[in-house]
T-cell receptor, first 115, second 111 residues
Framework: DSGVTQTPKHLITATGQRVTLRCSPR?????VYWYQQSLDQGLQFLIQ???????AKGNILERFSAQQFPDLHSELNLSSLELGDSALYFC??????????????FGPGTRLTVT | LAKTTQPISMDSYEGQEVNITCSHN???????ITWYQQFPSQGPRFIIQ???TKVTNEVASLFIPADRKSSTLSLPRVSLSDTAVYYC????????????FGTGTLLAVQP
């Protein structure tokens, strides 16, 4: 158990809909990262927040947005969903702001299926 | 933009040493190289991290040449439970703090 929790574990929705994925980092970790994993794209970095502020942005679509709240939990919002958005979405946390420098702890993921 | 490439798959037998290489041709001067292990339907798990030369911990070694354009994860005496996908992770080499996972290497360990 990494100490990172993600909800829900599974999500099935229709095209055009909007969903919110939630992540709680390990106790004391200030950074939260979001990743998308699909069969054809592998693990793709989406975005990183550090102590409530956006720190780095990866290949995140404009239809997707995220935020980190004062209690450090984070939410990833996916809107106007398309079939191609079906994937595993992972959240990770680390103690500090350094992207590749510090060990990231990954949650169990949310499997999103868009039908 | 950094590009990280790995062999798609490797086969090994129990008890052998396995070396998996990652090519990261545009790594930033201050970026570290991290390796993760992933089992099906689970999040990646940290294995080892290094900046240059050699790093060793209780499960693996990491070799990084002077130019840092590649790195090699070495797993000594693998067992069946080491069958997994292994990823390297680096920064994108620019000022954006983006992170790039390698393409992943599926290691299959046979008895």
């Amino acid at each position: 158990d990494s100490g990172v929790t993600q909800t829900p574990k599974h999500l099935i929705t229709a095209t055009g809909q909007r969903v919110t994925l939630r992540c709680s980092p390990r106790s004391g970790d200030l950074s939260v990262y979001w990743y998308q994993q699909s069969l054809d794209q592998g693990l793709q970095f989406l975005i990183q927040y550090y102590n409530g502020e956006e720190r780095a942005k990866g290949n995140i679509l404009e239809r997707f947005s995220a935020q980190q709240f004062p209690d450090l939990h984070s939410e990833l919002n996916l809107s106007s969903l398309e079939l191609g958005d079906s994937a595993l979405y992972f959240c990770a946390s680390s103690a500090t702001s350094g992207g590749s420098l510090y060990e990231q702890y990954f949650g169990p993921g949310t499997r999103l299926t868009v039908t | 933009l950094a590009k990280t490439t790995q062999p798609i798959s490797m086969d090994s037998y129990e008890g052998q040493e396995v070396n998996i290489t990652c090519s990261h041709n545009n790594i930033a001067t201050n970026d570290y190289i991290t390796w993760y292990q992933q089992f099906p339907s689970q999040g990646p798990r940290f294995i080892i991290q290094g900046y240059k030369t050699k790093v060793t911990n209780e499960v693996a070694s990491l070799f990084i040449p002077a130019d840092r354009k590649s790195s090699t994860l070495s797993l000594p005496r693998v067992s069946l439970s080491d069958t997994a996908v292994y990823y390297c992770l680096v920064g994108d080499g620019g000022a954006t703090n983006k992170l790039i996972f390698g393409t992943g290497t599926l290691l299959a360990v046979q008895p």
